[in-house]
């Protein structure tokens, strides 16, 4: 399947009616099983266990089948591939080998990489169908026409040296609708600012800490662009946020949601600005922590089938945040459900003071997508002014992934000119907590929240 035969594909569901999305989703639903059963050891193996056959898919549903996670999928990566030629080892090489966001392994798959908030670290392919139709639902969210002789500037501000979903998307978004730039939020500032200004996108892109600094750069007269659109995901986008990009740039920014898991997953619309998710593709169940839906207005975790990733399936997936559906459809005629509330965490900046003098951040985006192979679990702690600790998990050579760790982090460090300044530390540990106040995992603990 092409970009173009998903995009029509995709844009035909808007016009359908509720019940009509319910029946393509269980049709997509019972297709993707049938598939698993038949190509995925993992998937074969836990349904039996759970007395679920292949003769029994025509009558199942989504809420029938067991959750399974990241730590689960991660353990057993080599047989929930649907390829047998995938295999975690070659692949955690090939992202250190290629680090350019669009190399493909084997020339054929887009390898993405995270551990989220949650410091697991995960690895996630997409094949070529599966890829097109993530670009398909793309352009529903960036809402553009398709018009090769008036291709549109899209900026993107983020981690840009790895394969890291937003990156991914970004410059493989579709050439008959865009012309890319990405920028490292790496970079100084004033670099980014420059850069920026030489461009002049009409769409910006980024992390809502990210858009914000730019927009307070605006506002203070030290960049000067005009963007028409402007996208924030990854974290939420807080009301303060949203009032100084708008202040900036006389943009009101549409909410992007979504994971590495599932790529494109929800937007607002711009009628309304209600976060849509796209249930045509998605099987979106939430729990309460018994596994039990709630009702809607009721928060609970997102537990999520993506249905069209036939590569590396993830069916009835725990995600980390908790959010809450409306149950009250929105005014702007898309026929998605809405979510009202996300309660996904905001990891915070770190700051730090250069050689010179001048203030310089480390964004979470950077920290967030943190990967060298061999490292399972991790937790970044600011522990004064000028010093940086990262509590690890590690598996296999202990010497090799900490060796790999300090480089990775000096380079971090030296993009920001900070390399001389902060002492960095890796502490090895078996185990890292959660917040004893909130029982939840902090990827990042800034020193003044200590």
């Known amino acids: 399947m092409n970009f173009l035969k998903a995009y029509i594909e995709v844009k035909k569901a808007e016009t359908l009616e509720h019940q009509q999305i319910q029946y393509l989703q269980l049709t997509r639903f019972r297709k993707l099983l049938r598939h698993v059963l038949q190509n995925s050891r993992f998937y074969r193996r836990y349904y039996h266990e759970h007395g679920i056959s292949e003769s029994d898919i025509n009558n199942l549903t989504p809420q029938d089948l067991p959750v399974i996670d990241k730590q689960t999928v991660m353990e057993n990566y080599d047989d929930v591939v649907c390829d047998p030629a995938l295999k975690k080892e070659a692949l955690e090489r090939f992202i250190i080998e290629s680090p350019d966001p669009r190399s493909k392994y084997k020339g054929i798959y887009r390898v993405l990489h995270t551990s989220g908030s949650s410091g697991t670290v995960g690895l996630f392919v997409y094949g070529p169908r599966d890829w097109a139709i993530y670009q398909a639902l793309g352009g529903r969210t960036s809402q553009c026409r398709i018009n090769p002789f008036k291709r549109r500037k899209l900026a993107f501000i983020g981690a840009t040296d790895g394969h890291y979903a937003g990156v991914t998307g970004v410059l493989e978004a579709p050439r008959l609708m865009f012309k890319v730039m990405v920028k490292s939020i790496s970079s100084p500032l004033d670099e980014i600012c420059r850069d920026l200004h030489r461009f002049q996108p009409n769409n910006l892109f980024g992390y809502p800490s990210g858009v914000s600094l730019l927009a307070k750069e605006q506002i203070a007269g030290h960049i000067n662009i005009a963007p028409d659109s402007i996208g924030c995901g990854g974290e939420p986008l807080i009301p303060a946020i949203r009032k100084i990009i708008e202040k900036a740039f006389n943009v009101n920014p549409m909410d992007f949601y979504g994971a590495t898991e599932t790529m494109t997953f929800s937007i607002e619309c711009r009628s309304h600005h209600r976060l849509h998710y796209f249930d045509d593709w998605f099987s979106v169940q939430v729990v309460d ?108 050579d202990k010497e090799v992934v900490i060796s790999a760790i300090r480089e990775r982090m000096a380079k971090i460090l030296s993009q920001k000119e900070l390399n001389h300044v902060v002492r960095f530390e890796v502490k090895l540990v078996d185990h890292i907590q959660n917040d004893p106040k909130t029982g939840k995992f902090r990827l990042i603990i800034p020193y003044t929240a200590r």
């Open 289 to 396: 922590g018994d596994l039990k839906c709630v009702r809607p207005s009721q928060p609970g975790k997102i537990i999520v089938t993506n249905l069209f990733n036939y590569t590396q399936p993830l069916i009835r997936y725990q995600m980390d945040d908790e959010i809450v559906l409306s149950d009250k459809p929105c005014q702007c005629g898309w026929p998605f459900p809405v979510i009202d509330k996300i309660a996904g965490r905001c990891e915070e900046t770190l700051w730090f003071a250069t050689a010179n003098g001048r203030k310089e951040f480390i964004s979470p985006l950077v920290l967030v997508e943190f990967f060298v192979p061999g490292l399972k679990k991790f937790q970044f702690v600011q522990t004064g002014n000028d010093r940086l600790a990262m509590k690890v998990i590690i598996h296999g």
